[in-house]
Each structure stands twice: as C-alpha cells, then as structure tokens.
C-alpha cells in the first residue's frame, strides 16, 4: 500500500452527540503524524458532489463541546449504486485523497465496506449512533448522553405522572435494539420496560398493571421504538382499552435524544476512537471499525460490524425484572 498522505472524513447516518469531538481528534491526531486532512460534508452525498474541503488544526478548535455534526449528514440513495460510488471515488481521486474515515452507524459501515473492495481504497469505520446497536464495541459515540437526556426527560414526565396518578407510556429511540430503553428505564426506575430483545412483556405489564390499578398509583413505563408490540401509541392504546380506569397518556421522546452537548464520557470516547482510526490507517489496516471493548481499542473487520448481531446485557435485563 503506498504511503498515505491525505485523508478525508464524513460523518453519516443519524447525527449523534460526540461526533464532532471524533472529528476533532481525527484532524488533530492526522496532523500530528502529518497527514492532510479533508472534510467531507453531508456524508456520502458530499463525496459524490465534491464538497470536500481542508481541514487544518485550527479549523477544529472549540467544537469538542458542540452537539451535532460540522461537517453534516445526509442520505444518499445514489451512492447505493455502483455509478454513485464510482462518481464518489472519482473526486476523492481529484482532491488526492486515499483514505476515508466514516463517523457513522451500520448503514454508514454497509457503503464504506462495499466502496473499500471495488476501488481498493481503506475505509476505517468509527461508530458514531446513540443505538449502541454495532456489533464489537462496547459503546458507541452519542449512547451516553443519550441516556442521560432520557433519563432527564423521563424524570420531568414522572413529577406529572405522580401528580395526576397516570400511567405514561414513553417512547425512545433505538430503531430495532432495546440498549436505549434498558438503561433509560433501569436509570429512571421505570416500573416496566419494553424492548424487542425480550419477548412476553406486555404479559407480564398487564398483569403489574392490573395490580397498580386498584392503587391507582402512577407509573412509568419505558418502550423501545422498534418493540414487536408495537410503539408507545400502539400499545397505551392497547392498554387502555382493557384497563379503561386507568388514565394513560403517552410521551415520545423523539430526536431531543440526539442532540445536546456531549458528555464527557462520549467526548472522550471519541477522542479515543478518532486518534485510534489515525493509528489503524498509519498501520496499512482497512475496512475495520474502531471499538472499545473492556475499556480497550479494537480493531473489528467491518464485514463483522454490519453482519453480527449484538444483543443487550441480558444481567441488565434480569436487573430490571428484579427492580420493578
């Protein structure tokens, strides 16, 4: 492989808090090995179009603290075709550039790894979604703030709740994993929780349910976006018509979940995996994603990231039973 010199890096998917500290830290670590680094802007869509521009040390600073994206994010249908990514390769080709880093989720990591085997071009992977759904890490850049944010939110929506006596169904993100929901619910001390990585909840709601309803005691009840039963809507519409005494109201957190400054946890996080991506390139390494596992760097061949499935603590599942 020959000597890398310019690097580009886009951010793609769903935005997530921490992000532009991962940004941060590519540019500054490309630099102190030095290498030129490239923004691309709205992700995939900018590569095809050719909004790249450079992005030296100073261009970074003050943004570690900042929700969002700098570089922003779009969808992309062209580039799910061969003549978008061939479009794609041809500017990164006219700016020089030989390497890409992509701050994003599996869908993200599907493009790069497609794009990485058909132009020979190192695509590093770090995962940047508050799902914590990818395979081979721990966590995933925007998680943590997530829950903190949710668990905010939740604590306002309980001071109702306990005034009226109601039972509040509250929806969060998560598409199709329940990482989100569990430790929110676990954290606000939900009195029920439901996730798609469980089967029989709403069973064992309706009979908790049925036990609150003579105390006519209020409740939380935490339901991941992508559950089988449905959302949040779905199922307090389903309970209230076999609980008519009850008063339930419903409250979908939505995308607040992805904004807001970042923690520290997820500053630093990002830090870490952006200096790591640096290091992987410098290593002559491709289509990997950047992970922390144990509270250590790894290294996880993207073909793993986007193909296995990561399923949720399941000791935190039986932790939430226990506290209910």
Known sequence: MEEIKKIGVLTSGGDAPGMNAAIRAVVRAGSHHGLEVFGINRGYQ?????????????????I???????????????????????????????FGIQAVIV???DGSFTGASIMSKEFDIPFIGIPGTIDN?????????????????????????????SSHGRIFFVEVMGRNAGFLALSTGIACGAEGILVPEEKGQLGKLRKYLAER??????????????????????????????????????????????????SAYDRITASRMGSAAIEALLDDQKSIMIGIVNNEVAYVPLSKSIKLHKDVDRDLLKLAEELV
Not at 238 to 245: A, D
């Open 46 to 62: 900018g590569m095809i179009d050719g909004d790249i521009i450079p992005l030296p040390p100073t261009s970074v600073s003050g």
């Open 64 to 94: 570690i603290q900042k929700g969002g994206t700098i570089l922003q994010t779009a969808r992309c249908m062209e580039f799910m075709e061969y003549e978008g990514r061939k479009k794609a390769y041809d500017q990164l080709q006219r």
């Open 103 to 105: 701050i994003g989720g």
């Open 133 to 161: 759904d990818l395979y081979g890490t721990d966590v995933t850049i925007g998680y943590d703030t997530a829950i903190s944010t949710a668990v905010e939110a939740v604590d306002k929506i309980r001071d109702t709740a």
């Open 213 to 262: 309803a003579a105390h006519k005691k209020s409740s939380i009840i935490i339901v991941a976006e992508g559950d089988e039963e449905g959302g949040a809507i779905t199922i307090a519409k389903r309970i209230q018509e076999e609980f008519p005494n009850l008063s339930i109201r419903t409250s979908i957190l939505g995308h607040i979940q992805r904004g807001g400054s970042p």
